[in-house]
């Protein structure tokens, strides 16, 4: 073999040429057969020595390595105790619904019950003291659903702004909802204190009837639709949650809500729930292929607009995309090390006080790192690096995938640290498509996709965790 040390990399073929993905820069590029053929001879292990012109090429690949290239040592040990600047809090644990999927069991999970004032007033001040030096913070209502305890959110926004204002932060706010309480007053609440919105609702009414009915066994899709409209008319950019089960289709989910007016819509699998319901009960047994083929139809929609220059078939393309991550992670080699920042940067705050990893963990004991009313703190990061797990360590979209999520992949695989084949393969191709889109773009391509705003450019391009 060669004794150039060669970076990390993976090569795509397709009907148009070959693509070569710069793993560790996150960078990919259009290659041609001979340089593909020498990468897939290096990966095979073969004796290669390489040619002066064979080391130009590679060198205009990033891939050569230096003596500092090594995933082991380029990446800063996370701090022991890392700033929170993402808070969730559970309002409630109650819900009046009883969706099929719901890992919270309509409520019953943890101590269950309501937030009192004292609670949410404590968990502000301890947002406020673990933030550290940063300045922008963001509270999420959560639940349950949060608008059962309206009243308390309307007193912790007031709060939070005064005590935010009086250390110099700015604090921001979003709320998850399911939609059947948003009446007059809660709608002008929202619009006034320019609270974000997500609205979970799993498409047309004969598909979330199904999945999101009442506790008490009544349909919610109309009255959720009802409500929804009237929130849009003043917040137009709210956005929409689907979970999709089963074998339904993603699109027909995604059409009927960006048809009601939703800004965007995001739609996933629904996953096991590893508390209340073997996996062979949950409705959610996964059927992939419609997300695959949604894929596979979006990467040539995102070349024929853009070489058509068609912004409006762009932004909706956008609205509903699959791609969107893996075609701006390229543009822009942003490296994911981390799925989210739960036990990092993000903590949830359940009714009682107690202090989990996110929302989804709530009431699971070996997750809850410590309580708003005490300083004993277990809040050592609990994320294993992706670089430093044994089979993410080994795939090509280890920088983008970042693991997946850690509920997720306890529910599917019994650990915090696998996720289970079905989604990696998900993953794995929305990378290689995004490579394909990418490399298929010339420079004025991707100046139109900057200058329109379909993309958006980070100011720091790697590193981001």
Same mark, same amino acid.
């Given at each position: 073999?060669?004794?150039?040390?060669?970076?990390?990399?993976?090569?795509?073929?397709?009907?148009?040429?070959?693509?070569?993905?710069?793993?560790?820069?996150?960078?990919?590029?259009?290659?041609?057969?001979? +340089?593909?053929?020498?990468?897939?001879?290096?990966?095979?292990?073969?004796?290669?020595?390489?040619?002066?012109?064979?080391?130009?090429?590679?060198?205009?690949?990033?891939?050569?390595?230096?003596?500092?290239?090594?995933?082991?040592?380029?990446?800063?040990?996370?701090?022991?105790?890392?700033?929170?600047?993402?808070?969730?809090?559970?309002?409630?644990?109650?819900?009046?619904?009883?969706?099929?999927?719901?890992?919270?069991?309509?409520?019953?999970?943890?101590?269950?019950?309501?937030?009192?004032?004292?609670?949410?007033?404590?968990?502000?001040?301890?947002?406020?003291?673990?933030?550290?030096?940063?300045?922008?913070?963001?509270?999420?209502?959560?639940?349950?659903?949060?608008?059962?305890?309206?009243?308390?959110?309307?007193?912790?926004?007031?709060?939070?702004?005064?005590?935010?204002?009086?250390?110099?932060?700015?604090?921001?706010?979003? @709320?998850? +909802?399911?939609?059947?309480?948003?009446?007059?007053?809660?709608?002008?609440?929202?619009?006034?204190?320019?609270?974000? @919105?997500?609205?979970?609702?799993?498409?047309?009414?004969?598909?979330?009837?199904?999945?999101?009915?009442?506790?008490?066994?009544?349909?919610?899709?109309?009255?959720?639709?009802?409500?929804?409209?009237?929130?849009?008319?003043?917040?137009?950019?709210?956005?929409?949650?689907?979970?999709?089960?089963?074998?339904?289709?993603?699109?027909?989910?995604?059409?009927?809500?960006?048809?009601?007016?939703?800004?965007?819509?995001?739609?996933?699998?629904?996953?096991?729930?590893?508390?209340?319901?073997?996996?062979?009960?949950?409705?959610?047994?996964?059927?992939?292929?419609?997300?695959?083929?949604?894929?596979?139809?979006?990467?040539?929609?995102?070349?024929?607009?853009?070489?058509?220059?068609?912004?409006?078939?762009?932004? +909706? @393309?956008?609205?509903?995309?699959?791609?969107?991550?893996?075609?701006?992670?390229?543009?822009?080699?942003?490296?994911?090390?981390?799925?989210?920042?739960?036990?990092?940067?993000?903590?949830?705050?359940?009714?009682?006080?107690?202090?989990?990893?996110?929302?989804?963990?709530?009431?699971?004991?070996?997750?809850?790192?410590?309580?708003?009313?005490?300083?004993?703190?277990?809040?050592?990061?609990?994320?294993?690096?992706?670089?430093?797990?044994?089979?993410?360590?080994?795939?090509?979209?280890?920088?983008?995938?970042?693991?997946?999520?850690?509920?997720?992949?306890?529910?599917?695989?019994?650990?915090?640290?696998?996720?289970?084949?079905?989604?990696?393969?998900?993953?794995?191709?929305?990378?290689?498509?995004?490579?394909?889109?990418?490399?298929?773009?010339?420079?004025?391509?991707?100046?139109?996709?900057?200058?329109?705003?379909?993309?958006?450019?980070?100011?720091?391009?790697?590193?981001?965790?």
């Amino acid at each position: 073999m060669s004794h150039t040390p060669i970076k990390p990399f993976h090569i795509s073929f397709g009907n148009d040429g070959s693509c070569v993905l710069n793993i560790m820069d996150m960078a990919a590029y259009r290659t041609d057969l001979e +340089t593909a053929d020498l990468l897939r001879r290096i990966s095979c292990k073969q004796n290669v020595s390489l040619q002066p012109d064979q080391i130009k090429k590679l060198r205009h690949l990033g891939l050569l390595r230096q003596d500092t290239d090594d995933e082991r040592n380029i990446f800063p040990d996370p701090p022991t105790t890392p700033p929170v600047t993402n808070m969730y809090l559970l309002l409630t644990q109650s819900c009046n619904l009883q969706c099929i999927y719901c890992y919270g069991n309509g409520g019953t999970y943890g101590t269950g019950g309501s937030m009192d004032e004292q609670t949410g007033y404590q968990a502000v001040e301890w947002l406020i003291r673990h933030s550290g030096n940063r300045s922008n913070l963001t509270i999420g209502f959560f639940g349950g659903e949060p608008f059962l305890n309206f009243p308390l959110m309307q007193k912790i926004v007031d709060h939070a702004r005064i005590r935010c204002r009086e250390k110099g932060k700015k604090i921001k706010f979003s @709320v998850t +909802t399911n939609g059947t309480l948003l009446d007059d007053q809660a709608i002008r609440f929202i619009q006034e204190q320019n609270i974000s @919105v997500m609205v979970s609702i799993d498409g047309p009414e004969e598909i979330h009837d199904l999945q999101r009915p009442f506790a008490n066994g009544a349909k919610s899709h109309r009255i959720i639709v009802d409500n929804c409209r009237k929130l849009l008319q003043v917040m137009p950019k709210t956005v929409a949650n689907a979970v999709v089960c089963a074998d339904t289709d993603p699109q027909v989910v995604k059409n009927s809500l960006l048809a009601l007016g939703f800004y965007s819509v995001r739609a996933s699998l629904a996953s096991n729930v590893p508390r209340f319901r073997p996996p062979e009960q949950v409705a959610s047994r996964r059927d992939t292929k419609y997300f695959f083929r949604e894929m596979e139809h979006e990467a040539n929609l995102w070349l024929q607009y853009t070489r058509e220059r068609d912004t409006a078939s762009l932004q +909706t @393309v956008q609205r509903k995309s699959v791609l969107r991550k893996a075609v701006t992670t390229l543009l822009n080699n942003t490296r994911y090390r981390s799925f989210c920042g739960a036990g990092r940067g993000l903590a949830s705050v359940a009714c009682s006080g107690d202090i989990y990893l996110c929302h989804r963990f709530t009431g699971m004991e070996e997750y809850r790192t410590g309580n708003v009313f005490s300083d004993q703190q277990d809040r050592r990061p609990i994320e294993k690096p992706v670089e430093q797990r044994d089979t993410c360590s080994r795939c090509f979209a280890r920088y983008y995938c970042a693991g997946g999520c850690m509920y997720v992949n306890l529910a599917d695989c019994g650990t915090l640290f696998r996720q289970h084949e079905d989604l990696c393969r998900l993953r794995r191709r929305e990378l290689e498509l995004g490579i394909k889109v990418v490399c298929s773009l010339d420079d004025r391509d991707r100046r139109f996709l900057y200058q329109q705003k379909i993309i958006a450019p980070r100011p720091c391009p790697l590193d981001f965790d």
